[in-house]
């Protein structure tokens, strides 16, 4: 992880890759918390939840200060700004992508509304007799 700095994208992605990261973060945009307050929900140490925590603030998606001994932790949401760029450049070429299926179902559709119902043919009824053995 030590190369990460050097890649900012890889960075976010590798922080908010883990479920209890994202829920720090959800957390943390309700306001800031401190380590003890954003460690209670889930079942490991604070070492583990620090961990966790400086994996996030590598990233720059938190920033840790001290007031006294309380170290509350604040989301920094621009740091979400790399990843977020990145993802849109792909929104839109799949929204395009999607856009074109789209009108293709459509004329495919007014092509096929566009198409008289075939008649029905009826199978032909055999005029041979069978016999019985």
Request: net charge positive; with cysteine; charged share 30%.
């Amino acid at each position: 992880m030590g190369n990460m700095l050097a890649d900012p994208l890889s960075a976010t992605l590798a922080a908010i890759a883990d479920p209890t990261r994202r829920a720090i973060l959800a957390r943390l945009a309700k306001g800031e918390a401190s380590v003890t307050e954003l460690a209670e929900p889930f079942a490991m140490s604070l070492p583990a939840i620090t961990k966790h925590l400086k994996v996030l603030e590598r990233a720059g998606l938190l920033t840790r200060t001290r007031q006294a001994q309380w170290r509350p932790c604040q989301l920094r949401p621009e740091g979400l700004r790399v990843a977020a760029d990145w993802i849109d450049r792909y929104r839109v070429l799949w929204e395009e992508r999607f856009d074109r299926m789209e009108a293709y179902l459509d004329e495919l559709q007014r092509a096929e509304d566009a198409t008289p119902p075939a008649k029905r043919v009826e199978p032909k009824k055999s005029t041979r007799v069978r016999r019985r053995c």
